[in-house]
């Protein structure tokens, strides 16, 4: 044990006996080890600096900017945090009486109430715990409707080109055909494809608005005509919502059922997985089928109303609390204008940065110019000429300290370069990250190719990384 001329001998000697105590009481003698643990014998110094240094060869958010298309990794407000660790938060067990924890009930039905208003929807359960698994719950919705009126042979879902890969991964979990449409020489929504496309057998028309070029779906009004004329549902994937917030509401554009994803937008940080929240917001006549239970508010009182036809449930409890209580306290702190002011800057910076890069000519912009809050440039051209790919640029920006963009999506554009600056980034930082991507792009080829020379980690082969994962500390041995 860690001994230092601070502490008190007599102490330190009492404290060492009561913790040799401890294993004795907690675990029975048959279950104990018997010989000494095979861990390397550390003292606390050791120790402190093997875990700091850990945490410094990781990248995160606080580390600097984190531009993931798609993602939306900003930064995260510490109060939401501080705020969700108070006891009567965190150590709520929710198998308690609703009598006893009617705070959180309000809480929560206060949040369904916000994002009624952001999104223009009637309805929303805070269930799901995941932008995916909303999706999934929201195609449940859709399905179930369809068949309340009798309309069952609508198992078809069309989706853009340019949609994210979990929506046609959540339309085949939830039973459908997938039908593909490609996207105009603009980036968007062929109109006329989508008409043809179009039958009495589909279900639901899928689509993220602004889609994920960054570019706004100006014919959305037309859109939604066009698939209601078919008795068929619009979709909306609203994992983007960071920038439309207070300024266009997918409820308004004639979406039907939405999901919007709290952990990106609203303020938690997320990544590797979790934690996460992907409620889902329904107009008026899909209400009745929300999953159970609902929290109803009734003289006063907040209730768990398990009684009416549902899909039924679809995530153990109410969801994940916590990050509905960041999401809650987020939207309280910045109020109306102030969401509406982090769209208008996320958007400002996706255009200030799309158009130092253009300007540069390292990078080519296909589609459309204007974006909401990411775009997605390509180095095709590197490649053709140079033969220095998209995974080469973001690698090497690893070198410069950066976290790289998404790359290799969305599918149409080659050699995808995704870039999300979010509203949290100072232009200083916006400017540098530019930069250096100039910079790369007229580096030598070996050292592109190379890269990252300075990280901790070098290149790893992706292709053995994806067939034989490692997940559990015994496939380890293999390197052994
Ligand atoms: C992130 C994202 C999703 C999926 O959300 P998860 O929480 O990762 O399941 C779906 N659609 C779009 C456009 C996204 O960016």
Same mark, same amino acid.
């Given at each position: 044990?860690?001994?230092?001329?601070?502490?008190d001998?007599?102490l330190?000697?009492e404290?060492e006996?009561k913790?040799?105590d401890?294993p004795?009481?907690?675990l029975?003698?048959?279950?104990q080890?018997?010989?000494?643990?095979n861990i390397?014998d550390l /003292?606390?110094t050791q120790i402190?600096?093997?875990f700091?240094?850990?945490?410094q060869?990781?990248?995160?958010?606080e580390?600097?900017i984190?531009?993931l298309?798609?993602?939306t990794m900003k930064y995260n407000p510490?109060?939401?945090?501080?705020?969700?660790?108070w006891?009567?938060f965190a150590?709520?067990?929710?198998?308690?009486?609703?009598s006893?924890?009617q705070?959180?009930?309000q809480i929560?039905?206060?949040?369904e109430?916000?994002?009624c208003?952001?999104?223009?929807m009637h309805?929303?359960t805070?269930?799901?715990?995941a932008?995916?698994q909303?999706?999934f719950?929201?195609?449940l919705?859709?399905?179930?409707?369809?068949d309340?009126n009798?309309?069952?042979?609508?198992?078809?879902?069309i989706?853009p080109?340019?949609s994210?890969?979990?929506?046609p991964a959540s339309a085949?979990m939830?039973g459908?055909k997938?039908?593909?449409?490609? @996207?105009?020489?603009?980036?968007?929504?062929?109109l006329?494809?989508?008409?043809?496309?179009?039958?009495?057998?589909?279900?639901?028309f899928?689509?993220t608005?602004?889609?994920t070029?960054?570019?706004?779906e100006?014919d959305?009004?037309?859109? @939604?005509k066009m698939?209601h004329?078919?008795g068929?549902?619009?979709?909306y994937?609203?994992?983007?919502i960071?920038a439309?917030m207070g300024k266009a509401?997918p409820?308004d554009?004639g979406f039907d059922?939405?999901?919007l994803?709290?952990?990106?937008?609203?303020?938690?940080?997320?990544g590797?997985?979790?934690?996460?929240a992907g409620p889902?917001?329904?107009?008026k006549?899909?209400e009745?089928?929300?999953p159970i239970?609902r929290i109803v508010?009734?003289?006063?009182?907040?209730h768990?109303n398990?009684?009416?036809?549902?899909i039924?449930?679809?995530?153990?409890y109410y969801?994940?609390? @916590?990050?509905l209580?960041?999401?809650y306290i987020?939207?309280?702190?910045?109020?109306?204008?102030?969401?509406?002011?982090?769209?208008?800057?996320a958007?400002l910076?996706s255009?200030?940065m799309?158009k130092k890069?253009v /300007? @540069?000519?390292?990078?080519?912009l296909p589609?459309k110019?204007l974006?909401?809050?990411?775009f997605?440039?390509?180095?095709?051209h590197?490649?053709?000429?140079r033969?220095?790919?998209a995974?080469d640029?973001a690698k090497?920006?690893?070198d410069y300290?950066?976290?790289?963009?998404t790359?290799y999506f969305p599918l149409i554009?080659? $050699?995808a370069?995704?870039?999300?600056?979010t509203?949290?980034?100072s232009k200083?930082?916006l /400017?540098?990250?530019?930069e250096t991507l100039?910079?790369?792009?007229?580096?030598?080829k070996?050292?592109?190719?190379n890269?990252?020379?300075n990280?901790s980690?070098?290149r790893v082969? $992706?292709?053995?990384?994806v067939?034989?994962p490692i997940l559990?500390w015994?496939?380890l041995?293999?390197?052994?």
């Amino acid at each position: 044990m860690y001994r230092s001329a601070i502490y008190d001998e007599p102490l330190l000697i009492e404290l060492e006996s009561k913790i040799k105590d401890i294993p004795e009481k907690v675990l029975p003698l048959s279950l104990q080890r018997k010989e000494k643990a095979n861990i390397p014998d550390l /003292d606390e110094t050791q120790i402190v600096r093997h875990f700091l240094r850990l945490s410094q060869m990781n990248y995160g958010i606080e580390s600097g900017i984190y531009p993931l298309g798609s993602c939306t990794m900003k930064y995260n407000p510490k109060i939401c945090e501080e705020i969700a660790k108070w006891d009567c938060f965190a150590m709520t067990h929710p198998c308690q009486d609703e009598s006893t924890i009617q705070g959180n009930l309000q809480i929560l039905y206060e949040l369904e109430q916000m994002l009624c208003e952001i999104t223009g929807m009637h309805s929303f359960t805070l269930q799901p715990a995941a932008g995916a698994q909303g999706e999934f719950t929201g195609l449940l919705l859709a399905k179930t409707y369809h068949d309340f009126n009798k309309d069952f042979n609508r198992n078809e879902i069309i989706l853009p080109d340019t949609s994210h890969g979990t929506n046609p991964a959540s339309a085949t979990m939830a039973g459908y055909k997938i039908i593909e449409i490609p @996207s105009t020489k603009e980036g968007t929504v062929d109109l006329e494809i989508l008409e043809k496309t179009l039958s009495e057998k589909t279900a639901c028309f899928m689509l993220t608005n602004p889609n994920t070029l960054g570019i706004f779906e100006f014919d959305i009004l037309k859109i @939604s005509k066009m698939v209601h004329a078919k008795g068929a549902l619009l979709y909306y994937d609203g994992a983007n919502i960071n920038a439309i917030m207070g300024k266009a509401r997918p409820g308004d554009m004639g979406f039907d059922i939405v999901h919007l994803n709290l952990h990106k937008t609203f303020s938690t940080p997320h990544g590797g997985g979790g934690p996460g929240a992907g409620p889902i917001g329904v107009k008026k006549k899909f209400e009745r089928f929300l999953p159970i239970p609902r929290i109803v508010k009734k003289n006063d009182k907040y209730h768990f109303n398990y009684d009416h036809e549902s899909i039924g449930k679809v995530k153990a409890y109410y969801g994940n609390f @916590s990050v509905l209580l960041k999401a809650y306290i987020y939207i309280l702190l910045m109020g109306n204008n102030g969401l509406k002011e982090t769209s208008e800057v996320a958007v400002l910076n996706s255009n200030y940065m799309k158009k130092k890069i253009v /300007d @540069s000519k390292k990078y080519k912009l296909p589609y459309k110019d204007l974006r909401k809050h990411e775009f997605v440039i390509s180095c095709e051209h590197l490649r053709q000429e140079r033969g220095i790919r998209a995974l080469d640029v973001a690698k090497r920006l690893l070198d410069y300290g950066l976290h790289p963009p998404t790359i290799y999506f969305p599918l149409i554009v080659k $050699e995808a370069l995704m870039i999300e600056p979010t509203e949290s980034e100072s232009k200083k930082n916006l /400017d540098k990250y530019v930069e250096t991507l100039i910079k790369i792009a007229e580096e030598d080829k070996e050292t592109v190719k190379n890269a990252p020379n300075n990280t901790s980690v070098k290149r790893v082969d $992706e292709a053995d990384a994806v067939k034989n994962p490692i997940l559990t500390w015994k496939s380890l041995q293999r390197y052994k």
